[in-house]
């Protein structure tokens, strides 16, 4: 009598009881190279959960700190003027009087009052580039470069303006400099 193969009726060719192992050499093998790949992949596995805590343990850090990459607060001071100008601009062409008043400083806010919100213009205005940024404390003042109109019709001009950080956000603010809207 044959011990029968396991998971089917087919005798394997092994006696029963006789003293033979219970697996042949080739199920052996591929035993002893199942458990090996589990444990490198379990080895893996937990050294990359090992290092995804500790890059969130980092980042938490750094967020909490302030000082995190992807936080706004810890940008350059010319890189958060560059991106006040930019939002200003975009609420200036999209002629939204919301986005206006969030774009300016609260002293500037109030020249919004009775402005209605128009279609957006036409031609809207492009940021060439930001420069000469002088901060002074919580405010400070820059040059834009900008362009209106397309191929030979294009329009380049530079504009002064003025800027104030309220509460860690740069925003244009007439009240704090020179600034003058594009036309």
Not at 67 to 78: E, H, N, R, V
Request: some cysteine.
């Amino acid at each position: 009598m044959t011990e029968p193969d396991r998971g089917t009726d087919r005798p394997t060719g092994r006696p029963v009881g006789s003293g033979a192992p219970a697996t042949d050499g080739v199920e052996a093998q591929s035993a002893s190279a199942r458990t090996g790949r589990h444990r490198v992949a379990l080895t893996i596995g937990g050294a990359c959960a090992g290092v995804g805590i500790v890059v969130a343990a980092v980042f938490g850090a750094l967020y909490e700190t302030g000082t995190a990459p992807f936080d706004d607060a810890g940008q350059s001071t010319d890189a958060a003027i560059t991106k006040a100008t930019q939002t200003w601009v975009d609420a200036m062409n999209s002629q939204n009087v919301e986005q206006m008043r969030a774009s300016v400083c609260a002293g500037d806010q109030a020249k919004f009052a009775d402005t209605p919100n128009k279609p957006p213009v036409s031609e809207p205005v492009r940021i060439d580039s930001v420069h000469d940024v002088v901060v002074s404390g919580a405010t400070a003042t820059a040059t834009m470069t900008a362009s209106v109109g397309t191929g030979q019709n294009t329009q380049t001009q530079d504009f002064a303006l003025g800027y104030k950080d309220e509460a860690g956000t740069w925003k244009v603010c007439q009240s704090a400099g020179t600034a003058q809207a594009p036309r």
